[in-house]
């Protein structure tokens, strides 16, 4: 008869499922409790808020220029409004209302009106700036490019 050969045992190395679940969990925990500390919304909050004036400032001019003039920007600490000279606003490019907007909470902007002529210049013809949070939109005389 023939013997077949003894089989040996194999080591095998590397961690079980459970040590990884375990290292897993503690890197998720970690990151609950620190992430936060690390990446601070502040600086989202007031870029996009930023963004969203910038954009309304755009839309305020291509209106007062389709319209002959007359279109304003009014910016408070807490909101902005899209309306003509008189104060009556006007409708939110989609459609769901008066182009009024809120700040994201903790962002304060201050309060000032810009107001653009028919051919897209800010009334008075001068330089015009928007502070919102640590941000600044600048308004260009005679063109009324706003840019950061």
Known sequence: MKTLPAQ???QYRGFTLIELVVVILLIGII????G??????????ERRAADEILSALRFTQQMAMARGGGIQ?????NNYVVEETDNTPLQSPDRSGPYNKALPDGVTASATTIAFDGLGAPVP?????L???SLSITVEADTGYAHF
């Open 8 to 10: 040996s045992k194999k």
């Open 31 to 34: 990151g609950f409790v620190a």
């Open 36 to 45: 936060p500390r690390f990446v601070k919304t502040d600086a989202f909050a």
């Open 73 to 77: 920007l009014r910016l408070s600490v």
């Open 125 to 129: 013809n001068a330089d015009a700036s």
């Open 131 to 133: 502070t919102i949070g």
